[in-house]
């Protein structure tokens, strides 16, 4: 059973900071590209940030540049995202994603797992 779970949102000050968790079950968690989705009410979502398989190279939307950070155990079947700084723009909730591309007998397939997602609300 393919499970991602996300933990760590809540309600946080403007300026504030918060660490999120995915916990990973039921795949090879260290072949797999993690990413960091959010979702805010009227708006698509969109992704926030993304971390190799193997943890060396790291991606973010311009707009959490400098204030976010994602990192990854692969020992432990987890991936987070360390948020700084945080705005009332960050209001959203937060989806945990995991996808590999396998090309084999000349078809690439890609696989991707979704969480259920955490609520972060950022609000004075």
């Known amino acids: 059973q393919v499970q991602l779970v996300e933990s760590g949102g809540g309600l946080v000050q403007p300026g504030g900071s918060l660490r999120l968790s995915c916990a990973a079950s039921g795949f090879t968690f260290s072949a797999y590209a993690m990413s960091w989705y959010r979702q805010a009410p009227g708006k698509e979502r969109e992704l926030v940030a993304q971390?190799?398989?193997?943890?060396?190279?790291?991606k973010y939307v311009d707009s959490v540049k400098g204030r976010f950070t994602i990192s990854r155990g692969n020992a432990k079947n987890t991936v987070y995202l360390q948020m700084n700084s945080l705005k009332p723009e960050d209001t959203a909730v937060y989806y945990c994603?995991?996808?590999?591309?396998?090309?084999?007998?000349?078809?690439?397939?890609?696989?991707?797992?979704w969480g259920q997602g955490t609520q972060v609300t950022v609000s004075s």
């Open positions: 971390i190799m398989s193997a943890g060396g190279s790291t």
């Open positions: 994603n995991a996808k590999v591309a396998i090309s084999q007998y000349g078809v690439v397939r890609e696989y991707d797992h």
